[in-house]
Nanobody, 119 residues
Framework: QVRLVESGGGWAQPGGSLRLSCVAS????????MGWYRQAPGAQREMVAH???????TYAESVEGRFTISRDNAKKMVYLEMNHLRPEDSAVYYC?????????????WGQGTQVTVST
């Protein structure tokens, strides 16, 4: 059974930084794409960042240049470094695993971690 567990959420001031981590189990980590989605209150869930098994990366336009996704296959972990945070980045962030195509919905989701950006 695939399990994804996020950590690292919390509060940050506008312009600040946070780093999210996700550890995976129950899956052959190295063959799947990993990603981060987010959902703000009243909004649809959206893809934030996606990294294929070969390291090809896709970002949402709203986070391009501010967020960095990376993965460590040996540790079965994926990270999201978030810099220059904005209030509109506030959301529940979900770690995902799935196809190596960014436009296809993931197969597995973590439980989510809250990120709040405010003064």
């Amino acid at each position: 059974q695939v399990r994804l567990v996020e950590s690292g959420g919390g509060w940050a001031q506008p312009g600040g930084s946070l780093r999210l981590s996700c550890v995976a189990s129950g899956m052959l980590f190295s063959v799947y794409a990993m990603g981060w989605y987010r959902q703000a209150p009243g909004a649809q869930r959206e893809m934030v960042a996606h990294i294929t098994n070969l390291g090809k990366i896709t970002y949402a336009e709203s986070v391009e240049g501010r967020f960095t996704i990376s993965r460590d296959n040996a540790k079965k972990m994926v990270y999201l470094e978030m810099n220059h945070l904005r209030p509109e980045d506030s959301a529940v962030y979900y770690c995902t695993a799935g196809p190596n195509v960014a436009t296809i919905s993931p197969n597995a989701w973590g439980q989510g971690t809250q990120v709040t950006v405010s003064t």
